[in-house]
């Protein structure tokens, strides 16, 4: 699929191959053989002379249908998601989410608990004021945001509704590594999987409810992926928007997402994603990957003799997907600056947090192939040894950076 | 732009170029020159080495945020949309603008007025009741869905919020042509536009808000250009998702449509459609196309003595984007089927109506070439004259199909 030429003249030249290395936060880096086919179908799906994007989901068992209903049954391969649950394709990312959760969920029940780990559960925890009492089962401030305590020490009232974590927060680097087992008769388990899911297995009968947007590991903005266990479906409140409603999106034929006009070309676009991770041998061999490629940046910034600084997060939820760090604390006038200009000078792309908060991050989403972490890495010895006060010289490694296999060699 | 090859070795030959004949009622095919460039930069935006949706939104005047303000800047122009609104990209389609409305403009009003033009007036109708009562304007069962009538005759009260028409009924083929006149004093009247929107020039200021989904004339499917009066900002219920509200995407910075993530490709996608209008002499040029095409079509069905047959809309609301039509009245067993059939074998594709709703449907939206059209035409003389009763026979026009210019000689 994607190779040679399709009837619209779109055609591959390797020899003129040459992608940036981008660490965006999201939208995010995609793998390269899923744009390099998504590119060369573009005009001319299936040598139909259409493109995916201006063919009609209404057209019964047509392209657009086949690949919805083949998205969703590679994310339950992948995932391994019992028979009782529903794949969804919503719209509206995780802050629609914010807003469905309560909206569906929240029953004949006027309260749900809320971890807040951070700036993702803030703004889900705001958005679930307006439907109901915002109860917390772990309050993070006190913390400062570096912890996420096991599921045993969550304070969760059986007056609520739901237990909701943020199960990646990509601003303060700490992330949910091994799914929750919550005290028997507790309310379901709600988790904001966005910029987590599909970056190891998930046991996934641990939740009641599992929803993660588009534009981080699972393809491009504007579509999120809902995965709802079946007995949750008839607790939605009358005031619920259709466009938000799970059962009006479970429910409709011939396949589910079709209530209303679904983000086809965004869903195709996940189908890509799903179909190349399941040609690298699934989710175990994407966390062996990740965990490898995490372990080479934390190692090395560890080692840098504090030239390079992270978070005090807790070892056992220090996120994968996003490592927050700063240089030299921050405390160096236009260091950080100079670290952001000279890594696009090598062709290292959105190396940035986010708007709101100081520092640097790198993100290493599934689409990021790992010569761009080599070639992150290499970096970062060379900025230091180039930056490092003299007094700090001995903090430079002096060992080759460690080359990691590339991609195509994951298991 | 997207020309020759990329760095992703993406390249054309036109000597390859071939497209089928999409009449797809949405989503709808978009102009070959917008699928062309974005088919050629899909891997590489600007000689980046990265695709557009792989762009961060959150990078202040990055490409991202830069495409958002020119296309909010491009349908300002095309549209000559009043400094006194905002333009908004939004997520949901128009069944999220079915909750949007209510739930930020009713403000202290518990009523609001609709046109019951057909299916998506209904729709929204549905859609409202979950939060107002929803008082008929104009009640078109009693005319069988084949009126819009002037706006000088409909029944608005003045204690309700706002007044809702669907500027363009698809499966009815019922459509506003002219902008209406309200009585002063009148509630803001709020227009669904998302199948006419960009096909013909709008006098916005007589609407307090337009809203219109993509996969149409707009773009792909998955995102909603929403033109709000900036007075009607401040109306929102506290129950109003978040992502459904106007206020707090008038009001991200550094630009508008940011307080969540945007679906950036589908708005990049959006951009390159408004561009290629405004290369093409704006809506007033488009106007004459999209009147010489629908009255290609509904003069051959008017001379096809009944072997086609149109429902009984009045001409002044015909649609000029969706004809719906019967081939003998859908009474010869199996005449339908074979029309789809033989059409498809004439490379002429999505020619069927709404599921919901038996019979053909023809689609002329912008993206839909003049070739297209011709070919269509040629195939309806062509069927007509295979299957006419031999009684009929004098039906089949004798004069040549009348060829259109294409759409590169619109001005």
Redesign the interface.
């Known amino acids: 699929m994607g190779k040679g ?16 290395h ?1 660490f ?7 793998p ?1 053989s899923v ?2 086919t ?3 179908e ?3 799906y299936g040598g ?4 995916m ?8 068992g047509g392209p ?1 249908q086949n690949a919805m209903s083949q998205a969703a049954e590679d994310l339950r391969s992948l995932l391994s998601i019992p028979d009782a649950y529903h794949v969804l394709f919503m ?6 989410q ?3 959760v309560p ?1 569906n969920l929240l029953g004949d029940k006027k309260q749900a608990d809320y971890l807040n780990t951070g700036f993702w559960s803030q703004r889900a925890m705001k ?1 679930a004021a ?2 109901c009492d915002v109860r917390l089962a772990y309050d993070g401030t006190v913390d400062n945001f570096t912890k996420l305590p096991s599921a045993s020490t969550w304070d969760i009232s059986p007056d609520s509704a739901y237990v909701h974590v943020c199960a990646n927060e990509t601003i303060h680097g700490v992330e949910l590594l091994e799914d929750p087992v919550l005290p028997a008769g507790s309310p379901p388990l709600v988790a904001d999987f966005t910029s987590t899911l599909l970056s190891r297995p998930v046991d996934v009968s641990k939740y009641g409810l599992i929803y993660a ?1 588009g ?1 981080k590991n699972l393809g ?4 999120t992926v809902v995965i709802v266990r079946d007995d949750l479906l008839d607790r939605a409140s ?2 619920c ?4 409603s799970y059962k009006l999106s479970a429910e409709s034929k011939p396949v589910p997402s079709l ?8 869903i195709y ?1 996940c189908g890509l994603v799903l179909q190349d991770l399941k040609d690298l041998g699934g989710l175990r061999a994407v966390q062996k990957r990740v965990r490898r490629r995490s372990d080479q940046i934390y190692s090395l910034i560890e080692a840098s003799n504090s030239f390079y600084t992270l978070k005090n997060v807790d070892k056992p939820v220090r996120s994968m997907m996003n490592i927050p760090f700063r240089v030299k604390d921050g405390l160096v006038d236009g260091l950080e600056e100079a670290f952001c200009r000279e890594s696009e000078a090598s ?1 290292i ?2 190396l ?1 947090c ?2 709101l908060f100081p520092g640097l991050r790198v993100t290493l989403y599934n ?1 990021v192939p790992d010569e761009a972490v080599n070639a992150l890495y290499r970096f970062m010895v060379k900025f230091m040894a180039d930056h490092v006060d003299s007094a700090d010289r001995h903090a430079v490694p002096h060992h080759t950076p460690q080359v990691i296999p590339n991609r195509h060699a994951l298991c």
Request: charged share 15%.
């Open positions: 030429a399709n009837s619209m003249g779109v055609k591959f030249d390797d020899s003129l191959s040459k992608r940036a981008n965006s936060a999201g939208p995010a880096c995609l390269e744009m390099r998504a590119a060369a573009f005009c001319d139909s002379g259409i493109g994007m201006e063919l009609s989901h209404r057209d019964a657009v719209q509206g990312g995780a802050h629609g914010f807003a469905a909206l958005e307006r439907y947007s534009g491009p903005a504007g579509f009358p005031l928007p259709s466009v938000l209530y209303n006009t679904p983000p086809t070309y965004l676009m062709g792309y959105q940035f986010h708007p689409g």
